[in-house]
């Protein structure tokens, strides 16, 4: 049985015993103690047949170096990744967005070499465009870009890449990033997955 079924049992049997207490007893407090425990369970019972809902982070993506084939594959890893793991974006949108903090990523990877993009994410105060610098007065743009290869986004080479792929996939560009360069990770990194995976 469920918890929550569990629950509603428990919630039914004093709702039964409200309304034995209110059958059976005369005395007058033990017939108002009775309703109030009929209503409380009511309540408890109405409480407990709403929807539970938790709202859980979403699963870390494994990254799966066997399953990478072609430049496509880990554009398609690295679209899972620019939305959940690297957070991208939570400050970048593509394409126009109302609620802008940080440069809009559209186009990006027709805009950029790769090395550029690479530099974006691993050496972010390496080049600051004028709107987006944190220095000097107030400005437009409070968000400033993390080092996407250190905690606490910290992603690993071959999932900066796969960003990168991603980023030139999106924007219409062929994808000069290869899955050649995907390092295989070592044994202990295997072992501690599996250990995780029970
Ligand atoms: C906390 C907010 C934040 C997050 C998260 C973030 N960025 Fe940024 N990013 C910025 C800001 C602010 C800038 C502008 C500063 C600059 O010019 O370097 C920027 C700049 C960039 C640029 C350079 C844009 C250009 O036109 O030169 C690229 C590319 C980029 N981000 C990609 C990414 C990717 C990919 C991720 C996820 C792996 C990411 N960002 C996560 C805030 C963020």
Excluded: W
Aim: proline content about 7%.
């Amino acid at each position: 049985m469920s918890e929550v079924a569990l629950l509603q049992v428990i919630g039914l049997c004093v709702v039964g015993i409200g309304v034995a207490i209110l059958l059976f007893i005369k005395a007058r407090f033990l017939r108002v103690v009775g309703f109030v425990v009929i209503v409380l369970g009511i309540f408890a019972l109405i409480a407990l047949g709403v929807p539970q809902m938790a709202s859980l982070p979403p699963a870390e993506e494994v990254f799966d170096v066997a399953s990478i084939k072609t430049p496509a594959d880990m554009a398609a890893i690295g679209q899972k990744i620019f939305f959940s793991k690297g957070q991208c974006a939570l400050c970048h949108s593509i394409g126009p967005s109302e609620a802008a903090r940080c440069p809009d990523l559209k186009g990006i990877g027709a805009k950029l070499t790769r090395e550029f993009l690479y530099e974006s994410l691993t050496q972010p105060q390496a080049y600051i465009y004028k709107d987006f610098r944190h220095e000097g007065p107030p400005k437009d743009y409070p968000a400033r870009m993390p080092y996407i290869n250190k905690n606490p986004i910290g992603l690993s080479n071959n999932e900066i890449l796969s960003v990168i792929a991603f980023l030139q996939q999106m924007s219409g560009e062929s994808i000069t990033v290869s899955p050649s360069e995907i390092v295989q990770p070592v044994k202990t990194a295997a072992v501690m997955q599996v250990a995780h995976a029970r």
